[in-house]
Protein backbone atom coordinates (compact mmCIF):
# COMPACT_ATOMS: atom_id res chain seq x y z
CA UNK A 1 0.00 0.00 0.00
CA UNK A 2 1.02 3.62 -0.56
CA UNK A 3 0.02 6.93 1.22
CA UNK A 4 0.25 9.90 -0.38
CA UNK A 5 -0.11 13.35 2.23
CA UNK A 6 -0.57 16.68 0.92
CA UNK A 7 0.62 19.61 2.54
CA UNK A 8 0.94 23.22 1.69
CA UNK A 9 -2.02 24.66 0.76
CA UNK A 10 -4.22 27.69 2.42
CA UNK A 11 -5.59 31.33 1.90
CA UNK A 12 -4.04 33.61 -0.09
CA UNK A 13 -4.84 36.96 -2.24
CA UNK A 14 -4.56 36.96 -6.22
CA UNK A 15 -0.88 37.02 -7.23
CA UNK A 16 0.37 35.56 -4.31
CA UNK A 17 2.16 32.09 -4.04
CA UNK A 18 2.06 28.99 -3.32
CA UNK A 19 4.27 25.74 -2.79
CA UNK A 20 2.33 22.44 -2.47
CA UNK A 21 3.88 19.53 -1.24
CA UNK A 22 3.14 15.40 -1.34
CA UNK A 23 5.09 12.99 0.61
CA UNK A 24 4.67 9.07 -0.76
CA UNK A 25 5.09 6.52 1.67
CA UNK A 26 4.71 2.66 2.05
CA UNK A 27 5.54 -0.12 0.58
CA UNK A 28 6.81 1.66 -2.91
CA UNK A 29 8.13 -0.24 -5.79
CA UNK A 30 8.52 2.07 -8.27
CA UNK A 31 6.37 5.57 -9.18
CA UNK A 32 6.55 6.16 -13.02
CA UNK A 33 4.29 9.62 -12.80
CA UNK A 34 3.61 11.89 -10.09
CA UNK A 35 0.51 14.31 -10.63
CA UNK A 36 -1.50 17.42 -9.30
CA UNK A 37 -5.67 17.45 -9.77
CA UNK A 38 -7.79 19.38 -8.46
CA UNK A 39 -11.72 19.60 -8.34
CA UNK A 40 -14.68 22.04 -6.88
CA UNK A 41 -17.81 21.14 -5.67
CA UNK A 42 -19.69 20.10 -8.87
CA UNK A 43 -16.59 20.07 -10.97
CA UNK A 44 -14.47 17.24 -12.69
CA UNK A 45 -11.33 16.41 -11.14
CA UNK A 46 -9.07 18.26 -13.80
CA UNK A 47 -5.36 17.23 -14.10
CA UNK A 48 -3.38 20.42 -13.07
CA UNK A 49 0.11 18.85 -13.85
CA UNK A 50 2.26 15.69 -14.29
CA UNK A 51 6.09 14.62 -14.05
CA UNK A 52 7.47 11.71 -15.01
CA UNK A 53 10.90 10.20 -13.22
CA UNK A 54 12.86 11.48 -15.43
CA UNK A 55 11.75 14.66 -15.12
CA UNK A 56 9.04 15.09 -17.92
CA UNK A 57 6.18 17.76 -17.38
CA UNK A 58 2.71 18.45 -18.31
CA UNK A 59 0.39 21.19 -17.45
CA UNK A 60 -2.79 22.02 -18.14
CA UNK A 61 -3.38 25.34 -20.29
CA UNK A 62 -4.68 27.28 -17.62
CA UNK A 63 -1.63 26.77 -15.19
CA UNK A 64 0.73 26.86 -17.85
CA UNK A 65 3.61 29.62 -17.13
CA UNK A 66 2.22 29.96 -13.92
CA UNK A 67 2.55 26.87 -12.20
CA UNK A 68 6.08 24.56 -11.78
CA UNK A 69 5.92 21.08 -10.86
CA UNK A 70 8.71 18.83 -9.54
CA UNK A 71 9.90 15.88 -7.91
CA UNK A 72 12.54 14.72 -5.35
CA UNK A 73 12.89 11.29 -6.69
CA UNK A 74 14.61 10.26 -3.52
CA UNK A 75 12.57 11.15 -1.01
CA UNK A 76 9.77 10.22 -3.09
CA UNK A 77 7.71 13.36 -3.18
CA UNK A 78 6.26 15.65 -5.70
CA UNK A 79 5.96 19.81 -5.55
CA UNK A 80 3.74 22.12 -7.26
CA UNK A 81 4.86 25.78 -7.10
CA UNK A 82 1.73 27.37 -7.46
CA UNK A 83 2.58 31.60 -8.77
CA UNK A 84 0.74 34.57 -9.88
CA UNK A 85 -2.95 32.86 -8.39
CA UNK A 86 -6.19 33.57 -9.61
CA UNK A 87 -9.55 33.11 -7.87
CA UNK A 88 -10.35 30.06 -10.05
CA UNK A 89 -7.22 28.23 -9.15
CA UNK A 90 -9.12 27.51 -6.09
CA UNK A 91 -9.99 24.15 -5.53
CA UNK A 92 -9.25 20.77 -3.22
CA UNK A 93 -5.36 19.42 -4.87
CA UNK A 94 -5.08 16.23 -5.18
CA UNK A 95 -2.30 14.49 -5.77
CA UNK A 96 -1.42 10.89 -7.62
CA UNK A 97 1.15 8.44 -8.56
CA UNK A 98 1.37 5.50 -11.40
CA UNK A 99 3.32 2.76 -11.43
CA UNK A 100 5.09 1.54 -14.20
CA UNK A 101 3.28 0.43 -17.48
CA UNK A 102 -0.60 1.46 -15.87
CA UNK A 103 -3.03 3.02 -17.21
CA UNK A 104 -4.70 4.49 -14.20
CA UNK A 105 -3.65 6.30 -11.24
CA UNK A 106 -2.76 4.60 -8.65
CA UNK A 107 -3.05 6.44 -5.69
CA UNK A 108 -4.46 9.45 -4.68
CA UNK A 109 -3.97 11.90 -0.97
CA UNK A 110 -6.56 13.39 0.75
CA UNK A 111 -5.97 16.65 -0.68
CA UNK A 112 -5.35 20.45 0.33
CA UNK A 113 -7.28 23.06 -0.03
CA UNK A 114 -6.35 25.79 -2.01
CA UNK A 115 -8.35 28.98 -1.84
CA UNK A 116 -7.13 32.35 -3.40
CA UNK A 117 -9.07 35.73 -2.43
CA UNK A 118 -9.87 38.22 -4.81
Known amino acids: QVQLVESGGGLVQAGGSLRLSCAAS????????MGWYRQTPGKQRDLVAS???????TYADSVKDRFTISRDNAKNTVYLQMNNLMPEDTAVYYC????????????WGQGTQVTVSS
Open 96 to 107: ATKVPFATAWGY
Open 51 to 57: ITRSGTT
Open 26 to 33: GSIVSIEV
